[in-house]
């Protein structure tokens, strides 16, 4: 017998260029903590010699981690390459193009973080350290000056903005989870933008003192139930206050806007 093999059995292969090389074994000492935040490379003659490669292909294999600022390159007798830590928000530009191209809405981000953040309020609960209370409960504490500050009772927007992002990023960020604090952390970054395109629209204008005492209140409650370790009760009642939120957050023609626009 014999067997015929058809015309298109896969994909033109391209083979990886020098410098693409080069940028993945960079990136993978940055990733396994060989090369560490803040720590220069060796000057450019030095890592030409050892990857035996001429400079344009050094300088490709730069601009590849430049573009996802895992490097800082500065140039001139001084100059050199760092190492710097991933950024979240290079990640959320990068998952809001795609969001976008399927025609996603801010809606849709709060909806799946909706689902995701209760049930990470649920994990804390069970794993919750004293660190973890305590670093919320300063977040609370910092709300309240930022509230009793102001005469009448209207924090500064930005500030409550950064305070509130912080709750948040802490409940992901401390669920014992490192894969949804990951994604929470990209999502969450979306979120922080719009909100600070909501805040910075209409925060003055017809803001209630009431509804940032209510909110310190939710806040306040969710850190006494993970104190207790009700994690059934720390789900609900974190849905239930994000839903609350969502309802203002989400009142004006920003709710209907691609993801991508609030990064341009």
Partial sequence: ???TVGPHIGQTVRAPKTAELIA?????????????????????????????????????????????????????????????????????????LLLQMQGTTVDDVYEARMIAEPACARMLAKRRTKQDLADLEAVVAELRSAVEAK??????PALWSRLTYRFHELIMDRCGNRTLA??????????????????????????SPERFQRAIKGYKRLVTLLEARDAEGA??????HMKVAGTYLLKDDLHNKPVVELFA
């Fill in 182 to 207: 990951v994604q929470g952390a990209v999502l969450q970054e979306i979120v922080a933008t719009h909100l600070e395109l909501r805040v910075a629209r209409n925060f003055d204008k017809n803001e």
């Fill in 151 to 156: 005469d009448d009772a209207v924090p500064d």
């Fill in 235 to 240: 789900e609900r009642h974190w849905r239930n």
């Fill in 1 to 3: 017998m014999s067997a």
């Fill in 24 to 96: 993945a074994q960079l990136r993978r000492r940055i990733v396994q903590g060989e090369l560490t935040p803040g720590e220069t490379l060796p000057p450019e003659i030095q890592l030409m010699e050892q990857f035996g490669v001429s400079r344009p292909t050094l300088r490709e294999a730069f601009r590849i981690l430049e573009a996802e600022m895992l490097i800082s390159v500065r140039r001139g007798s001084r100059g050199g390459a760092q190492v710097m830590a991933p950024d979240f928000s290079v990640a959320a530009r990068h998952v809001g």
